[in-house]
């Protein structure tokens, strides 16, 4: 009879396992937006947001770009930031794999001749040597006031990479971390990571990034324009690098990590049209800065003839790290492209549990399982405990959060060690229950 129930108690289990595993996420939220009438505030709401009244909802784009497309894709500057900017919130719950496909749906197509092009191009590319990214990065950073490295912000990864050089690059006297990301309005929180600390840095990988470098000593500065929305794209970069300048006029020998978005860090501008910020920085300061592109590099690139080329170059080296490109050492020009010091290049993401394993941020992070034991779970969040306990739940970031289960119907959560409180919730975003979770 023990035998019996124990059978039947796993039977039952793997059926509800497979039961949750018989529809994907987004086949879910479609079904659940389905039923929802639109309140006045969400018809009201004109672009994808995960902020609202009650604070940081994370599902909330989901529902706005997947129940409710065809209001939001027809919105705003078309259908190509539509798909980027869906592509940005899906990265914000770790949904990588469908983030990299709207990535991509946001790309204008190539020539045929320029895939010949790539062809041509990987066979000019010979005798190729290659070094830890990272290494190459603080060494260079050596001689350096301010170093600049840009982020796609649909990729994690690139604030997985930044995150790697902190703590050397504050080692060599760099002590502050100027960030794009950051809120530079009156009610911006610098010195504690919550919803006011900006935009982006609500995903977690930012957030843990954000965290590091206040626990190593780092003073955030936040530089972007202000009145953006007023100021042509050449105003808002020439006001970017005042705001950083300002930090060298305060503190002549300070020397500064900037972490910015895409073309930003370029010393090279677009003929009259556009002096990006690196460039206007230069300009302005007098000081030439290290700038680091790991954009184009990394798979999705940021264009397609970038996603082409990329794959392209994949099927030429093996690396299973980021690496700098060399040639008789000396760094390889890749891409017609001017404006760089050095090019990051990413591999390939590795999947574990179905979620790539750089989350584990070089190994600070462990990969936690989690079991699926609350009915109707959708999503886990895991919050630092002492964040938890301080902060309203809406206003603070989670250390990693999921709804992609493994092929055996668990969650993986990467964290590092410490108390934390997982907070379960449902497709509509209802918290289901509260676990405490230790990791060793």
Known sequence: ?????????????????????????????????????????????????NTIKEGIHYLYPLYQAIGWEDKFRKQGDG????????????????DMRMADYYGVKSYDTTQRSSREFIQQEMQRLRDLQSINAAAYVTGRALDAQVVMINEAHNKPQHRAFTYSLLEDLYKEGFRYLA???????????????NDKTG??????????????????????????????YKHTSVQRDSAQAAHIYEVIKR????????????GHISEVGLGDEYIPMGLAFKKLSGIDPLTINQ????????????????????QKINIDEPVVLLKNRDPVKLIDREGYDIYVVHPPSVYKNNRPTWFSLNGERKEVTISPQEKALFMVQAYYEDEYNSQPLGKIIPADQTYIT?????????????KYKLVFRDV???????RDREVK
């Open 295 to 314: 954009v184009l590099f990394t798979e999705g690139s940021s264009y397609e003839y970038g996603r082409l080329y990329y794959d392209a170059l994949m």
């Open 179 to 193: 960030l794009e990301m950051l809120n530079n309005s009156p009610d911006r929180s610098l010195q504690q990571l």
């Open 428 to 434: 509509g975003y209802k918290e289901l229950n509260v």
């Open 79 to 94: 259908q190509d930031f539509f798909y980027d900017n869906f592509s940005q919130f899906l990265s914000f719950v770790g």
């Open 199 to 228: 935009f982006y840095t609500k995903e977690p990988v930012a957030g843990e990034l954000i965290r590091k470098a206040l626990s190593l000593g780092y003073t955030l500065v936040p530089y972007e324009d202000t009145i953006a």
């Open 251 to 262: 503190d002549p020998k300070a020397r500064i990590l900037v972490h910015a978005g895409y």
């Open 1 to 49: 009879m023990q035998k019996f129930f124990l059978v039947l108690l796993v039977s039952l289990w793997w059926g509800r396992i497979e039961a949750q595993q018989s529809s994907t996420p987004f086949e879910q939220i479609r079904r659940f937006t389905a039923a929802q009438t639109p309140g006045k505030e969400d018809s009201a709401i004109t672009y994808l947001t």
């Open 406 to 418: 493994s092929d055996y119907g668990y969650y993986s959560l990467y964290l590092k060690p410490g």
